[in-house]
């Protein structure tokens, strides 16, 4: 059962099924139009039932793919095959289809009728409806079954129809396959066999005899003989059969005399018994009656000796490529066609064999091979090189990703010195500072890093030995080429490369040992730092010249490989051209002799003379005795004459017969020779697969030898190849003849026919071009030997052994590339383990250094141990980004798809960029409106996106503004043709049912721009390497505006993660947008219920519906206390709505104000925490009491927003002390009554806040002796507490104040003990005013708190607005 | 990301705050809460729950102890148990469980014991979701201020 035939079965089928399906689908959607769920659930049924998949390829074809039927056609194929063995399986078959048919076929469709009938029914006949749809669904379901069964039967139809055709096909073929066996061999048809015929000599031998009708011994008798035997002298037909014979073999001779064919017969021993065109310098007596073996020596003979032995014993035809290297003729391959020869017996007695010279060819095709193999190496070798490039890039990532490392560890190194220093320097160690000292596993894991490091020194020094070796390598690579190249890159290399590469780490050495200094070493210290801080650069630097180095080399290895490839293209090409003509031997020039000695040496035999009759004479009268006497005499005479004569004419006879013997014999001799000979040569040749023939100038055959058989001498004499064949090849033949004609060389050549006639063959064909003997050209010797197998054998051979060399070739490559990748991996795993080995101690000293920050410190070991802090956080956030960028690298980074809004994303993102905005600028984001509302995509990369790219243009932007737009685009040119990437699709959980939307995001800024290119810098372009990992556009900008380089690198990862595209334009000075285009799944608005997007929430927490929709946000820097009247407290936090201005530097700086510490890092934490909440009482109590301060420091805070904190720190800590001294004397006091300890520490912090302190009192009896004891300005009072209420707590404050005794409190059972003076004292006051805190329940109306004497009251939970407010009441 | 895993994790926090906000467990009290904390008194907020988490276990645990016991009739002491827990939830802002609390209370206050088991039971799974809420907070917030201390001395 072959493959094809059942392919080929199957279309019909697939048609049979996609229109019958097509029917099914016409039927569902005419019928049941109204019921339309129905039917939609039916066609699922359906489809699900016979696995039915439509899709539509690219070409807009429905293809139908139905993967159960072809398991079915297989178990179909095995059943009908076992049909073969017995009959009853067929009946089977249709009896199993008979009993399983479903009943009810054309019912159903009548039903069905009726149904849709139906279909205007209305609402009470729905019931009946249903009904008639189930009914409907369930003949649906029997039609389906019946169409199933239909098609089963259809396809067992078929399938057997296929069976019985592919049993045909084959049997046909098997029956080919032994015809070409038999005509490969030769084994069956007799007739073909070469067998050598004696009949063939024979013929020549038989004697004509002459047959005489007279009388014997008559005159007419001898006459006649006589006669006959002249006529016989005269008309041997020797000479016509010979000179016919003679001209085919004239010309077969004439072909074959140039040609490069040695033909042999040899018998079963191997003997030559035959040989033609032997090697010229041997003799034919040398070589009959020898073998191989003994005739020649060298490398070959005896192959060909066990080749030919092979043949005779297996009794196949049989070619074989044999090289020869003998003394005699060099090396030299021939292309040996051998055949066993039987006799009539059909005993083996030998083989014929020929071989034809193809030594040029071999050498050629060697060539060919060869360059072939070279280019499919070098290709291999440029690809493995590119991925050996790519790794090494990597390899030279993790090698920058061990310097961060290392310069993590430079920072680790620095803390402790700063903790040591200010240990030293202050006498009083605070208790916790000596937990950090003293904790052992800091100062243990210390040493060990130092340990580590210095091994990291000491292998990056390695590594760069290493790398200036194959600097080396460079330079000597670099002479093979143009010298200019090499002592270019070597210029620039010597001239960019940074000096003082064993100095710097001599020196970081040296700084390594000064761990333990003293205080009055600091400067010293900072000083080394400083200087280690530019060694790392420096460090940095060299790691950088070392990866381009790398890159570079690997560049030019790559080029020279090109351009070798190249080279050994146009060699290749070279080789080809020269090779079709390659014939130098211009005395071999056939010539056609037409008087050759072949045509002369039989001439004419020359007529003997004939005797003349003599007449009788007689002298006497007629009729006497005389006369009859003289007569008879005469008559005597005559006859004894006669006799005489007869005699003379039987000897003359007898000579003549010798003669004509004596004549015949060579004749005959030199026939049978020839015949001896050519019988061979025809013998030989005409079973090899040998075409010969001989072409006039015009191209028009002359002669053909072994033409196709199905074509008549006629058809091919005086006609071209090109009208006798039709196709491939035959064109090029003509040609290649037309130019051996016109070259005059011989030459020759592997053409590939196709034609309708033999099919695919492949011929080498020799071709030399004929001469007269003025030498004029007058046509061409063809000859054509079939090398069809050999060639594709060859083909196999040649393809093999690229594929083998290519295989070698990206072995060793690949060999390369994992040991590389095998350094990469260690370097990640060391990279991992280093990363984790950091961490862990350094987390404990930044933890340490946290616990320290919150104890009581001087501002001079506030600042350190900020700086210190925020050193390690750096240290920690560095390595969090290293392991954050190799998790994306390595693909384990996992998109997720949620829904969110665009519009929200973007408001935020900004919203948070302007909280943490220290520069005067305009942030605005702008969205179309054709931009869906929600979208469904990773939110959190896509927000990470935007906030790196947007604090990026921040921190290039100085003034201007920065912002964002979202507009809708098509289908970008590099997503379209795959309609979504596949990835993007998968990872953002895109199914292709669900229309999808590319959103183009522009980031732009008015900032700094990005230099396209630069002159003076190592780096050509800033632009490309822009999103390369650590690379920043230039040294400049790293050192000015800091950072790793690594954001850019990572938002680009993401963005093509998700399927995207990232770029950027730009103008230096003008500013630079970046771009990213991403696919996003359109949100469907039915489904909120899992909906957990918490940009979305925000929306219902925050009663704003247009914010869905609004498409522009602004937020601008807030310059002067425009806000300082103080909104709602929430209009201020993060959830600002779009359009307010959410201020920039100016609340940093109340923070600042009202910080009383002198802190920089810890106070910016607090505000980039809070960022929106930053409450804005304290901006009002603040720009209430010092306005003109917040303006300074204000100004302060701008001028220093980029140089740091730490200089507008001394301004501000100055004024908020100025401030805060002056809050002191203005304070009045308030007692807060209140049971709930929470609620007490609020109040108490919201007091702290506002500038107040306050007693406590826990309920209504400690206030009353509170109030007793102090004056109070204020009290606040709960409602609600246990022993005494605050109500009634009031009541009794107010009755004493109008009584100005307690009376009534011990009268409720309050223990107060009085003091009459004091009493009278506190008689004196005014009304106290004590506002309740409600928490608004029944039983603590407003009401109820005025009627027992509050004067206000504050509802629960207390706000620091209400208490500000109340207290401003109250207070002033 | 550096600089950016700042704002990642305050975006974190932001989400997480917002759902609470959007589940109404949290109110605007807390964002009073956190305006409260600054340099004198960093851990205020953190502070403050925790103080309220002590007290309302030790609330929530005698309320079991009253509801549990058969012969209990004391309804008063569950209001005022609740009272206090009413305040302080109030006053953190822990709005779920200040209206949970509400609707025990009135339960209790009409004397309904199978109400107040039933509002007990509520409470206490409100105020346990609430403090594994606030614990993820703290935890995202520590790690922000981590992230947040991060300076380039370059």
């Not at chain 1, 990291?456 to 020094?461: D, R, S, T, V, Y």
């Not at chain 1, 060699?571 to 031997?585: A, G």
């Not at chain 1, 720009?1183 to 301004?1211: F, V």
């Not at chain 2, 509520?122 to 917030?141: A, G, R, S, T």
């Amino acid at each position: 059962m072959s493959r094809p035939s059942s392919d080929i079965c199957l279309l019909p089928l697939t048609f049979y099924r996609l229109l019958k399906h097509m029917v099914v689908l016409l039927f569902f959607g005419k019928e049941y139009k109204s019921q339309k769920k129905q039917i939609t659930h039916s066609f699922f049924l359906l489809s699900n039932y016979s696995f039915v998949n439509y899709y539509q390829d690219s070409g807009q074809r429905w293809i139908v793919t139905d993967s159960e039927a072809l398991i079915q056609t297989e178990e179909m194929d095995i059943k009908v095959l076992s049909s073969m063995w017995p009959e009853d399986v067929g009946t089977q078959a249709d009896n199993r289809f008979n009993v399983e048919k479903p009943a009810g076929d054309s019912d159903t469709l009548k039903e069905v009728d009726i149904a849709e009938k139906r279909t205007m029914a209305d609402l009470k006949r729905l019931p009946e409806l249903m009904n008639m749809t189930n009914q409907g669904s369930s003949q649906l379901t029997n039609l389906v079954k019946q169409w199933e069964y239909t098609q089963d039967h259809a396809v067992k139809l078929f399938k057997e129809e296929v069976k019985i055709l592919t049993r045909q096909r084959e049997e046909a073929e098997a029956k080919e396959l032994k015809i070409i066996e038999e005509h490969n061999f030769e084994t069956q048809e007799p007739e073909n066999v070469p067998v050598l015929d004696d009949t063939m000599y024979r013929g020549f031998k038989h004697k004509k005899r002459v047959k005489i009708d007279e009388e014997f011994d008559t005159v007419a008798y001898w006459k006649q003989k006589a006669l006959s035997l002249e006529k016989m002298l005269e008309a041997t037909p020797v000479e016509k059969l010979t000179q016919n014979l003679k001209r085919a073999e004239g010309f077969l001779h004439f072909i074959l005399q140039n040609a490069p064919i040695v033909m042999g017969h040899q018998d079963k021993d191997l003997r030559y018994l035959f040989i033609y065109n032997k090697f010229p310098t041997l003799r034919e007596q040398n070589i009959l009656g020898k073998t191989d073996v003994e005739i020649f020596q060298g490398v070959g003979v005896k192959e060909s000796e066990d080749f030919k032995r092979e043949v005779l014993e297996k009794g196949k035809a049989s070619k074989k490529e044999i090289t020869f290297e003998t003394e005699l003729f060099g090396s030299k391959t021939f292309l040996i066609y051998v055949e066993p020869v039987y006799n009539k017996a059909r005993e083996k007695i030998g083989i014929n064999h020929m071989g034809m010279e193809v030594t040029d060819q071999v050498r050629k095709r060697e060539k060919m091979a060869k360059l072939r193999e070279d280019n499919a190496v070098r290709k291999a070798m440029e690809s493995e090189l590119n991925k050996t490039i790519h790794v090494t890039m990597l390899k030279l990532c993790h090698r920058m990703n061990f310097l961060l490392l290392f310069v993590a560890m430079f920072f680790i190194h620095i803390l402790p010195e700063f903790t040591h220093l200010k240990l030293r320097s202050q006498e009083r160690l605070s208790s916790d500072l000596c937990t950090v000292h003293s904790s052992p596993s800091f100062s243990v894991n210390l040493p060990v890093i130092g340990a580590g490091e210095e091994k990291l020194l000491i292998k990056m020094a390695c590594e760069m030995e290493t790398d200036q070796t194959e600097e080396m390598d460079i330079e000597v690579l670099s002479s093979m080429w143009p010298e200019d190249v090499g002592t270019q890159a070597d210029n620039q290399f010597n001239v960019e490369k940074p000096a003082g590469d064993s100095d710097t780490l001599k020196e970081v050495d040296i700084a390594e040992k000064r761990t333990m200094a003293d205080l009055k070493r600091l400067p010293e210290l900072m000083n080394t730092t400083d200087q280690g801080t530019s060694q790392l650069t420096n460090l940095v630097k060299q790691w950088e010249y070392m990866q381009d180095h790398a890159v570079k080399l690997l560049r030019e290895e790559l080029k020279i490989l090109t351009k070798q490839r190249e080279e050994a293209e146009a060699k290749e090409l070279k080789i080809i051209e020269e090779h079709n003509f390659e014939s130098q031997e211009p005395e071999n020039v056939p010539v056609l002799d037409d008087t050759s000695h072949l045509f002369r040496r039989f001439k004419h035999k020359k007529r003997d003379a004939l005797v003349g009759s003599k007449r009788v004479e007689i002298d006497e009268e007629f009729d006497t005795v005389q006369y009859w006497k003289q007569k008879a005499l005469s008559l005597e005479k005559m006859l004894e004459a006669s006799t005489e004569r007869e005699r003379r004419l039987i000897e003359k006879l007898n000579e003549s017969l010798k003669t004509m013997e004596s004549h015949s014999a060579p004749v005959e001799e030199l026939t049978q020779n020839l015949k001896r000979a050519e019988g061979f040569l025809h013998f030989i040749l005409q079973n090899a697969p040998i075409v010969m023939g001989h072409q006039d100038k015009d191209l028009r055959y002359l002669f053909i030898y072994n033409k196709f058989p199905t074509l008549r001498e006629q058809d091919i004499l005086g006609k071209t190849d090109v009208e006798i064949f039709h196709g491939g090849g035959v064109k090029e033949s003509e040609d290649f003849k037309r130019e051996v004609l016109e070259k005059g060389k011989a030459s020759k050549r592997e053409i590939t026919f196709e034609t309708e006639l033999f099919g695919s063959k492949t011929f080498l064909i020799y071709v030399e071009p004929v001469y007269n003997k003025a030498r004029e050209k007058i046509g061409i010797n063809y000859m054509g030997m079939e090398v069809t197998d050999q060639v594709r054998k060859r083909e196999k051979m040649a393809k093999l052994r690229e594929d083998n060399a290519v295989r070698k070739a990206m072995e060793s490559e690949l060999n390369k590339t994992i040991h590389i990748t095998e350094e990469t991996m260690r370097a990640k795993q060391m990279l991992a383990t280093m990363s984790h080995e950091i961490r862990s101690p350094l987390s404990g000293v930044v933890g340490m250094a946290e616990i320290l920050s919150t104890t009581k410190l001087d501002k001079e070991q506030r600042q350190l141990l900020n700086v210190m802090i925020s050193s390690g956080d750096l240290v920690l956030q560095l390595i969090n980004d290293i392991l954050d960028l190799s998790k994306v690298e390595s693909g384990v980074m996992r998109l997720e798809a949620t829904k969110f809004r665009p519009r929200e994303v973007v408001k935020h993102v900004l919203q948070t960029a302007a909280a943490s905005l220290k520069k005067d600028l305009t942030l605005e984001g702008n969205i179309t409106d054709e931009v869906p509302i929600e979208v469904v995509g990773d939110v959190l990369r896509i927000r990470q996106i935007l906030t790196n790219l947007i604090s990026n243009a921040i921190k290039f932007t100085h003034e201007g503004k920065v912002g964002i737009k979202l507009k809708v685009i098509s289908v970008p040119s590099f997503a379209s043709g795959m309609e979504l990437n596949a990835d993007a699709e998968e990872q953002n959980g895109l199914t292709e049912t669900e229309t999808s939307v590319w959103i183009r995001c522009d980031v732009y800024d008015t900032g700094i721009g990005i230099p396209g290119k630069r002159n003076r810098t190592r780096r050509q372009k800033a632009l490309p390497c822009l999103f390369k990992k650590y690379m920043q556009a230039s040294a400049d900008h790293a050192r000015k505006y800091g950072g790793t380089g690594l954001g850019l690198a990572i938002c680009k990862q993401l963005v093509e993660l998700m399927g995207g595209q990232l770029t950027v334009t730009s103008q230096v000075n003008a500013g630079s947008t970046f771009t990213f285009i991403l696919p996003y799944k359109v949100a469907t608005s039915d489904d909120h219920s899992d909906d957990q997007d918490f940009s979305d929430m925000v929306d219902h927490h925050q009663p704003e519906p247009d914010d869905t929709t609004e498409g522009y946000f602004q937020f601008k820097p807030l310059l002067g206390s425009i806000y300082s009247n103080g909104g709602p407290v929430i209009g201020n936090n993060s959830f600002l709505p779009h359009k307010v201005m959410l201020t920039s530097p100016l609340k940093r700086i109340n923070g600042f104000v009202s910080d009383t510490s002198n802190n920089t890092a810890q106070s910016e934490t607090t505000q980039v925490e809070n960022n929106g909440y930053i409450d804005e009482t304290r901006l009002e109590t603040c720009s209430g009491p010092c306005p003109s301060k917040e303006t300074e420091s204000c100004s302060s805070s701008q001028a220093s927003s980029e140089g740091g904190a730490l200089e507008m720190e001394s301004e501000l800590t100055v004024s908020s002390r100025r401030e805060e001294e002056e809050t002191e004397t203005t304070k009045p006091k308030i007692l807060l009554v209140e049971d709930n300890k929470i609620n007490i520490m609020v109040a108490k912090s919201m007091m702290k806040q506002l500038g107040y302190t306050f007693d406590i009192a826990n309920n209504g009896v400690e206030a009353i002796t509170a109030i007793k004891g102090t004056s109070y300005d204020l009290v606040l009072m709960d409602v609600c507490m246990p022993v005494l209420d605050g109500l009634k707590a009031t009541r009794l404050i107010r009755s004493y104040e109008e009584s100005g005794n307690w009376d009534a409190a011990i009268e409720a059972g309050v223990d107060i003990k009085i003091s009459e003076n004091e009493q009278a004292c506190v008689h004196s006051t005014n009304r106290l005013p004590i506002i309740a805190m409600t928490a608004n329940t029944l039983a603590e109306s407003s009401e109820e708190c005025y009627a027992n004497g509050m004067d206000s009251f504050i509802s629960k939970p207390v706000t620091l607005q209400k208490l500000k407010e109340c207290l401003r009441r109250y207070l002033h | 990301m550096l600089g950016l895993g700042v704002d990642r994790l305050q975006a974190d926090i932001n989400r997480l705050l917002t759902s609470l906000f959007h589940q109404g467990v949290l109110d605007e009290q807390f964002l009073q809460l956190q305006q409260l904390q600054d340099e004198t008194s960093p851990t205020f907020v953190y502070d403050v729950i925790n103080i309220y988490f002590d007290e309302s276990e030790k609330l929530l645990r005698s309320l079991r102890l009253l509801l549990m016991d058969r012969e209990f009739s004391d309804y008063k002491k569950i209001g005022l148990h609740l009272n206090q827990l009413v305040g302080s939830s109030s006053s953190i802002g822990a709005r779920r469980v200040r209206n949970v609390c509400v609707a025990f209370r009135s339960a209790s206050e009409l004397n309904n014991r199978p109400g107040c088991l039933r509002g007990l039971e509520i409470v206490e799974h409100e105020y346990h979701y609430l403090k594994n809420m606030m614990h993820e907070l703290f935890q995202l917030e520590q790690q922000r201020l981590l992230a947040a201390g991060v300076r380039y001395p370059m």
